[in-house]
């Protein structure tokens, strides 16, 4: 069964500098990867996805991720974090040919210190 | 619509009571989806539509929660019997077809059992 483990919780970075939400992935075949951003009392926001091609994949507000296949993992990345970025941010599996579930992991709620 | 409305944004109910919480997606997604996110828990699959049919609802978690979807539109989830461990927010996401896996998120209800 597809699985996605984010294992950080929480995390605080200091506006400014770097970010890296961590997220592995367990599917059987080549996999859908996403990351959602969900600001306090919102839904769900496409940042990125990554269906095939090349493995770096870029997003909105300027967020990108790098598929690894190798690590089963998909990491989120931003060189310099702004104080709105503060929100949680989700990471999330499917697959191809047709529905397929989607399986989210339990999110990375970040904190932005000035 | 310009995005996946739901109603009611809150909903404070008591113990044993039923309770139904409305979707609206966005026009033409014919694929549907109902989660609930808890604290600390990420987002729980529930149920998927696509069309009017629900092909996948191996999410519920008993047989007091049902969904149903008509005019391949609006989707309403009914929770019977409510009990305190119900409470969360639910929340609606829809897509354009089934093989596309990006799914558009609504607001949620936040739904809580007293």
């Known amino acids: 069964a597809q699985s996605v483990t984010q294992p950080d919780i929480h995390i605080t970075v200091s506006e400014g500098a770097s970010l890296e939400l961590r997220c592995n992935y367990s599917?059987?075949?080549?996999?859908?990867l996403f990351w959602y951003v969900q600001s306090p009392g919102q839904g769900l926001q496409l940042l990125l996805k990554y269906f095939s091609g090349d493995t770096l994949v870029q997003g909105i507000k300027g967020f990108e991720a790098e598929f690894k296949r190798s690590q089963s993992s998909f990491n989120l990345r931003k060189p310099s974090v702004h104080w709105s970025d503060a929100a949680e941010y989700f990471c999330a599996v499917g697959g191809s040919g047709g529905y397929q579930k989607v399986t989210f992991g339990t999110g990375t709620k970040l904190q932005v210190i000035p | 619509g310009a995005g996946v409305s739901q109603s009611p944004s809150n909903k404070v109910t008591e113990k044993g009571k039923d309770v139904e919480l409305r979707c609206d997606p966005i026009s033409g997604h014919t694929a549907l989806y109902w989660y609930r996110q808890s604290l600390g828990q990420g987002l729980e699959f529930l149920i998927y539509f696509q069309g009017n049919s629900a092909p996948d609802k191996s999410g519920l978690p008993s047989d007091r929660f049902s969904a149903e979807r008509t005019g391949g539109s609006v989707s309403t989830l009914t929770i019977q019997r409510t009990q305190q461990e119900d409470s969360a927010v639910y929340l609606c996401?829809?897509?354009?077809?089934?093989?596309?896996?990006?799914?558009?998120f609504g607001p949620g209800t936040r739904l809580t059992v007293l």
């Open positions: 996401a829809s897509s354009f077809a089934a093989s596309e896996n990006e799914q558009f």
């Open positions: 599917y059987g075949a080549t996999p859908y």
